[in-house]
């Protein structure tokens, strides 16, 4: 390390107090550097603490942000193997003389069990997506299985016919509902 005390050299022409005069003034200027170098220095650390300290906070946020996405997703799959259990479900419903012929308490339990079953795939962010008759076909939701001729300009590419259901999960396509559109040929 470099040594910056000040040495005082005596000169016998010189009046001591001016000796000591120059000295304090050398002293001060060697100080006031010194000063610089520690401001500049305080400054560097203080930036690189902050910096350090704001990307942490960031990480932090990023984490939370992939933790919350995650569990979003996370039971993507059990849901997956649910949804053709909603959709038997369904199509027993569907056959109404089969289904009026169960006894009526039975049929009040499986609804019941049914519905409790959707709200919680619904409070778990699966969403139902049957389209309506007549509306347009979205290339984001919908998936084409064939066409039906119209006759209305107006249904050309409109939803005519739902043959099977779609669903999302948060936002997230996990099937796009089957559907036929209208086709108009002149």
């Given at each position: ?18 000796i000591a005069e120059e000295n304090a003034a050398e002293t001060i200027k060697k100080l006031r550097e010194k000063l610089k170098v520690c401001e500049t ?10 910096r350090a300290k704001a990307d942490l906070v960031n990480a932090r946020k990023r984490d939370e942000a ?121």
């Amino acid at each position: 390390m470099k040594d910056d005390r000040i040495k005082i050299e005596s000169d016998e022409n010189l009046d001591d107090s001016v000796i000591a005069e120059e000295n304090a003034a050398e002293t001060i200027k060697k100080l006031r550097e010194k000063l610089k170098v520690c401001e500049t220095e305080k400054q560097e650390y203080l930036t690189g603490w902050q910096r350090a300290k704001a990307d942490l906070v960031n990480a932090r946020k990023r984490d939370e942000a992939d933790r919350i996405e995650f569990s979003k997703f996370a039971n993507e799959q059990l849901i997956h193997e649910i949804i053709p259990v909603l959709e038997h479900y369904e199509t027993a419903k569907s056959h109404k003389d089969s289904w009026e012929k169960v006894d009526k308490n039975w049929r009040v339990g499986v609804e019941s069990i049914f519905n409790q079953l959707k709200k919680a795939l619904g409070e778990a962010g699966l969403k139902e997506i049957d389209p309506a008759i007549g509306s347009g076909f979205d290339h984001g939701e919908h998936e084409s299985v064939g066409s039906i001729p119209v006759d209305d300009k107006k249904l050309d590419h409109c939803v005519m016919e739902v043959a099977q259901k779609g669903y999302s999960l948060n936002g997230k396509l996990l099937r796009p509902a089957k559907v036929k559109v209208g086709e108009f040929n002149l």
